[in-house]
């Protein structure tokens, strides 16, 4: 059973900067794609980031590219978001995410392993 453990989430004000982890464990997990979805109150879960391990190839949503940047410590299994200039528009649960194949990266039905989710709450 594989399991996404994230870390990091808090309460910071405009134009601050948070770092979330993500730890994936579990008998042979071995997966294509790894990466973050968002969830504010009331509205769909959203792609923010994704990056492949074997390649290294990020993708992100446009509405966080220049200020978010994902990376991956494959010793550690763990992918990680730095998220700078963050508005409060950023506002949401980030939930780690992880899939099989490349394709429908920014589709979060497309995703097998989820993590329990971490709240990030940004203030004007």
């Known amino acids: 059973q594989v399991q996404l453990i994230e870390s990091g989430g808090g309460l910071v004000q405009a134009g601050g900067s948070l770092r979330l982890s993500c730890a994936a464990s579990?008998?042979?997990?071995?997966?294509?794609?790894m990466g973050w979805f968002r969830q504010a109150p009331g509205k769909e879960r959203e792609f923010v980031a994704t990056?492949?391990?074997?390649?290294?190839?990020?993708y992100y949503a446009d509405s966080v590219k220049d200020r978010f940047t994902i990376s991956k410590d494959n010793t550690k299994n763990t992918v990680y978001l730095q998220m700078n200039s963050l508005k409060p528009e950023d506002t949401a649960v980030y939930y780690c995410?992880?899939?099989?194949?490349?394709?429908?990266?920014?589709?979060?039905?497309?995703?097998?392993?989820w993590g329990q989710g971490t709240q990030v709450t940004v203030t004007s």
């Open positions: 579990g008998r042979n997990f071995t997966t294509n794609l």
């Open positions: 995410a992880a899939k099989f194949g490349i394709a429908h990266y920014n589709d979060y039905s497309h995703y097998r392993y």
């Open positions: 990056l492949s391990w074997s390649a290294g190839t990020t």
